[in-house]
């Protein structure tokens, strides 16, 4: 992004920041939904910052414009944001996030903005209790970019259309009246949901206003005899309105939510998750209106995937595995014929392959084809402004790191694989024997049904820690059945909270992705997807009931990249039967050079 286009833009906020009397701004990386991907309208932060990055929060004051950000994207974040006077701040245990700069660095009197439509009620509390100890106010009823950003773009307008009936195992009435059961348990009245990928689920319909995730822009209010869902009508066909009216959703334009809040009265009880609702969709709700913050039953109903649903996503990924056998057999063929290939050549020939699967929809994120120090960037994007060739010296190597996935009507994919290019090192094989050793101690992990799921990370970092290796991200999220590919409330990462919500239950899928970075040389990472499963036990035990995964990614791990010599044999065994297995899955489904690659990369060590 233009530099110069930056520093205007910042002052230009200033401007309008000192017109209004205003100290500070935070811009999050949010909407009304709390989305992890934004429609462009709501991308506010990367339009002020060029950081395009899905995690950051920019704070813009008279002197000073600092963006926080994550180590996934510390590399990535330094290179964009060089030259725009917008300073890097690292979030990192022990060092301050722009709630603490701000209390910090403020005076009594002080006035910090940011918009309620995109401020979620639990960020609110933050804020609210740094800033009341210096008296610093927080205004949430502006929407200050208003006057500068006089190109913003529209709200998207694609259609919605139906989650394919031969893949849906349960009925929208069927999800609301369970709902309404978690409504009766916690004593609520009424429930708003904002949250895309919930509606979506408990409607049985999908649409494109977000790129990758199959959601549409709505909410939805649910009582004891109504369920209304507030959606952009002109996006809704004349079949699809009477079907959401059989199910007994009524429809109201996107823009009435505000206004149907406001009917609630001191008798009733509303329950919603603080995480997943913006200040600004309350604002005309009455203040006597009683709550009940928790996390919405659709959230956990979701994640439970039937076994009708299991089977569909094991077929998903029965075709993905098809797919990247003919891309990785063509991939290796070109390379070997001497043709010069690029990380933007990866992704193409990865839509190419997938898109000519059953019921391919679109890929279920930007995929990250990082070679060499790029792969060293969890979240790298390779974009045609900047991008790497896989080129080596003659006698050298490297290692190009592949994290892709697809949305299919009948699943959600989500894979990382690694690939060595010329002559691979000692060391590249020393740091993949290590991770497959992490990724192999969380597959073949036993654990209690209803554990905490960040309990369980130190399992799969364990062998990585004995060599004092480690990684900054998490090692597994929530992946939906044709949703979200980042889908809560499991995440196996010991730095997120436990709360007893976050519990592991049969059905529930997951990423399994072990992987550590060196900076400026390459990144390893291994991610198959697993379900959480009943351990088969001979006989009942005093202990209670433990779960284990099932692996369902069905594509090899490139065994030219293994010492074997730092692998014990249970480890060789899980690999080799593995491999079995994704032999066995995959060997009807492709033919001639894929075949070939497939029989050759799936042979015993």
């Given at each position: 992004?233009?530099?110069?286009?930056?520093?205007?833009?910042?002052?230009?906020?200033?401007?309008?920041?000192?017109?209004?009397?205003?100290?500070?701004?935070?811009?999050?990386?949010?909407?009304?939904?709390?989305?992890?991907?934004?429609?462009?309208?709501?991308?506010?932060?990367?339009?002020?910052?060029?950081?395009?990055?899905?995690?950051?929060?920019?704070?813009?004051?008279?002197?000073?414009?600092?963006?926080?950000?994550?180590?996934?994207?510390?590399?990535?974040?330094?290179?964009?944001?060089?030259?725009t006077g917008i300073t890097l701040e690292k979030l990192a245990p022990g060092q301050p996030n722009h709630i603490d700069w701000l209390a910090e660095h403020l005076q009594e009197g002080d006035s910090v903005a940011v918009d309620g439509n995109v401020l979620s009620i639990a960020e609110q509390d933050r804020?609210?209790?740094?800033?009341?100890?210096?008296?610093?106010?927080?205004?949430?009823?502006?929407?200050?970019?208003?006057?500068?950003?006089?190109?913003?773009?529209?709200?998207?307008?694609?259609?919605?259309?139906?989650?394919?009936?031969?893949?849906?195992?349960?009925?929208?009435?069927?999800?609301?009246?369970?709902?309404?059961?978690?409504?009766?348990?916690?004593?609520?009245?009424?429930?708003?949901?904002?949250?895309?990928?919930?509606?979506?689920?408990?409607?049985?319909?999908?649409?494109?206003?977000?790129?990758?995730?199959?959601?549409?822009?709505?909410?939805?209010?649910?009582?004891?005899?109504?369920?209304?869902?507030?959606?952009?009508?002109?996006?809704?066909?004349?079949?699809?309105?009477?079907?959401?009216?059989?199910?007994?959703?009524?429809?109201?334009?996107?823009?009435?939510?505000?206004?149907?809040?406001?009917?609630?009265?001191?008798?009733?009880?509303?329950?919603?998750?603080?995480?997943?609702?913006?200040?600004?969709?309350?604002?005309?709700?009455?203040?006597?209106?009683?709550?009940?913050?928790?996390?919405?039953?659709?959230?956990?109903?979701?994640?439970?995937?039937?076994?009708?649903?299991?089977?569909?996503?094991?077929?998903?990924?029965?075709?993905?595995?098809?797919?990247?056998?003919?891309?990785?057999?063509?991939?290796?063929?070109?390379?070997?014929?001497?043709?010069?290939?690029?990380?933007?050549?990866?992704?193409?020939?990865?839509?190419?392959?997938?898109?000519?699967?059953?019921?391919?929809?679109?890929?279920?994120?930007?995929?990250?084809?990082?070679?060499?120090?790029?792969?060293?960037?969890?979240?790298?994007?390779?974009?045609?402004?900047?991008?790497?060739?896989?080129?080596?010296?003659?006698?050298?190597?490297?290692?190009?790191?592949?994290?892709?996935?697809?949305?299919?009507?009948?699943?959600?994919?989500?894979?990382?694989?690694?690939?060595?290019?010329?002559?691979?090192?000692?060391?590249?094989?020393?740091?993949?024997?290590?991770?497959?050793?992490?990724?192999?101690?969380?597959?073949?992990?036993?654990?209690?049904?209803?554990?905490?799921?960040?309990?369980?990370?130190?399992?799969?970092?364990?062998?990585?820690?004995?060599?004092?290796?480690?990684?900054?991200?998490?090692?597994?999220?929530?992946?939906?059945?044709?949703?979200?590919?980042?889908?809560?409330?499991?995440?196996?990462?010991?730095?997120?909270?436990?709360?007893?919500?976050?519990?592991?239950?049969?059905?529930?899928?997951?990423?399994?992705?072990?992987?550590?970075?060196?900076?400026?040389?390459?990144?390893?990472?291994?991610?198959?997807?697993?379900?959480?499963?009943?351990?088969?036990?001979?006989?009942?035990?005093?202990?209670?009931?433990?779960?284990?995964?099932?692996?369902?990614?069905?594509?090899?791990?490139?065994?030219?990249?293994?010492?074997?010599?730092?692998?014990?044999?249970?480890?060789?065994?899980?690999?080799?039967?593995?491999?079995?297995?994704?032999?066995?899955?995959?060997?009807?489904?492709?033919?001639?050079?894929?075949?070939?690659?497939?029989?050759?990369?799936?042979?015993?060590?």
């Open positions: 992004m233009n530099k110069q286009a930056i520093h205007e833009r910042i002052a230009n906020l200033r401007s309008t920041l000192a017109a209004q009397d205003l100290t500070a701004i935070i811009v999050p990386s949010a909407d009304p939904h709390l989305s992890e991907y934004l429609p462009e309208y709501w991308q506010a932060r990367l339009w002020l910052s060029g950081f395009t990055g899905s995690v950051g929060t920019l704070v813009v004051t008279a002197d000073f414009a600092g963006l926080w950000t994550d180590s996934r994207y510390w590399v990535h974040a330094a290179d964009q944001l060089e030259g804020l609210l209790n740094a800033f009341d100890a210096n008296d610093i106010t927080l205004i949430t009823e502006r929407d200050v970019l208003t006057e500068i950003w006089t190109d913003r773009p529209a709200l998207p307008a694609a259609k919605l259309y139906t989650h394919d009936e031969q893949f849906l195992a349960q009925s929208a009435t069927s999800k609301i009246a369970a709902v309404r059961e978690g409504m009766a348990e916690a004593g609520a009245t009424h429930h708003l949901l904002s949250s895309l990928d919930d509606i979506a689920w408990l409607t049985n319909l999908r649409g494109a206003d977000v790129d990758y995730n199959p959601v549409f822009l709505s909410h939805m209010l649910i009582d004891a005899d109504k369920a209304t869902l507030f959606v952009d009508t002109d996006k809704v066909s004349e079949d699809i309105a009477q079907s959401l009216k059989d199910s007994g959703i009524t429809l109201a334009d996107y823009s009435a939510v505000q206004e149907a809040l406001s009917a609630l009265t001191p008798d009733d009880l509303l329950l919603l998750d603080p995480s997943k609702i913006a200040v600004g969709t309350l604002s005309k709700m009455a203040d006597d209106v009683g709550f009940i913050e928790q996390m919405a039953p659709s959230t956990l109903l979701k994640s439970v995937k039937s076994d009708a649903d299991i089977d569909h996503v094991r077929e998903a990924m029965r075709q993905d595995g098809a797919a990247l056998a003919e891309f990785f057999a063509t991939f290796e063929q070109r390379l070997a014929a001497g043709e010069r290939l690029s990380e933007l050549d990866v992704d193409s020939m990865l839509i190419d392959v997938r898109s000519r699967q059953p019921h391919y929809v679109s890929p279920s994120f930007p995929t990250i084809a990082g070679f060499n120090e790029n792969g060293a960037l969890p979240h790298y994007r390779a974009t045609p402004e900047k991008f790497s060739y896989l080129d080596v010296a003659e006698g050298e190597g490297g290692l190009l790191l592949i994290d892709s996935g697809a949305q299919y009507q009948n699943g959600t994919t989500d894979i990382t694989r690694v690939v060595g290019i010329g002559q691979v090192t000692a060391e590249h094989k020393r740091d993949f024997t290590l991770v497959l050793k992490a990724h192999i101690a969380l597959a073949r992990a036993h654990f209690p049904d209803g554990i905490a799921s960040p309990l369980i990370d130190a399992i799969c970092r364990a062998p990585l820690w004995q060599a004092q290796k480690d990684y900054g991200h998490g090692t597994g999220h929530g992946v939906g059945y044709f949703l979200n590919v980042h889908e809560g409330p499991q995440v196996i990462a010991y730095s997120a909270s436990t709360p007893k919500e976050r519990a592991m239950k049969v059905g529930m899928i997951s990423s399994n992705e072990p992987g550590p970075y060196r900076e400026g040389k390459w990144g390893i990472r291994i991610e198959n997807l697993v379900v959480n499963t009943p351990v088969a036990k001979p006989t009942e035990t005093e202990f209670g009931d433990f779960l284990n995964f099932e692996t369902i990614t069905y594509c090899p791990i490139d065994t030219r990249l293994i010492e074997p010599s730092l692998l014990d044999q249970t480890e060789i065994d899980w690999l080799n039967d593995y491999h079995s297995q994704v032999f066995a899955e995959l060997k009807d489904r492709v033919e001639g050079a894929a075949l070939e690659w497939l029989t050759e990369r799936t042979k015993a060590i």
